[in-house]
DNA sequence: TAAATAAATGCAACAGTGTTGCATTAAAGA
DNA sequence: TCTTTAATGCAACACTGTTGCATTTATTTA
């Protein structure tokens, strides 16, 4: 793997993603970090961490990507995420369900991933 | 519910879900149809669709929206959409599967709707 | 510590998807 | 045939995400 370097604005994004435990858009990254970048260096930052899955990606119904750095992936590989993700209409965040994807799969199937986002409300909002 | 009219540009949307059994995305449909047409047309049409249950929509994780008029949702509401939907990566396609979504929740969560996409390769293309 | 290397960044431009306002067309009913 | 209004075409727009390229800067090496 490619050596990384560090660097305060890479710092400030991972800041932001372990202050919140949910997953999050780009934008809300970029609103909430302390330092000013530009637009596609938090992209790429974002982009980076997955590769090197520190965090992992999740694209909601409303077709943009969120990035998480959840509980449930510590320890473990977060690639495949086969853990279902909760979207609350109400306070619209998305956050990493414990509940582990599970089905059964017409023969040869093969999954490499899951992208599963259940809609709703959640806890607080109710 | 408000009225609707038959077009020639809406059936000819129609045909093309009805001759392909896999989830298509605008652009899809929009190559396809016989009869030429503005975007923003076969946009609304799609979401009109939508609006009258005759089609649902996922959002792959490709963040692209995808409508699909699909056999195990004749007869059943398809909204919410509870069954899973299989991307191939080889031959990018978007199936919906015959498999319910099933999962337990945290206490006081309500699921309204479900965006689920496995990710992988079809049996047609190992 | 100073020079060399290349990873990371800023800036700008771009591609793609999807939506909306508004004037016009045309389907359905009387 | 006339009326009503759903549906359309066109254009402009918002938004998300990516990429090329010159520049900066973190890290390694001398
Ligand atoms: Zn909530
Ligand atoms: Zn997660
Ligand atoms: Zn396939
Ligand atoms: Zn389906």
């Given at each position: 793997m490619i050596k990384r370097r560090n660097t305060t604005t890479q710092e400030a994004v991972l800041a932001v993603l372990k202050s919140k435990r949910?997953?999050?858009s780009h934008d809300a990254v970029f609103q909430l970090m302390d330092v000013d970048a530009d637009r596609a260096t938090v992209y790429r930052i974002l982009n980076r961490f997955c590769k090197?899955?520190?965090v992992h990606?999740?694209?909601a119904d409303d077709g943009?990507?969120?990035?998480?750095?959840?509980?449930?992936?510590?320890?473990?590989?977060?690639?495949p995420a086969n853990?279902?993700?909760?979207r609350c209409t109400q306070c619209e965040t998305i956050e990493c369900l414990a509940e582990p994807i599970t089905y059964s799969l017409p023969d040869n199937y093969i999954v490499q991933q899951t992208n599963c986002i259940l809609v709703g409300v959640c806890k607080d909002c109710r």
């Open positions: 949910k997953a999050m090197d899955e520190i990606k999740i694209v943009k990507q969120y990035f998480a750095i959840c509980d449930n992936c510590e320890g473990l590989p977060p690639i853990h279902f993700h909760f």
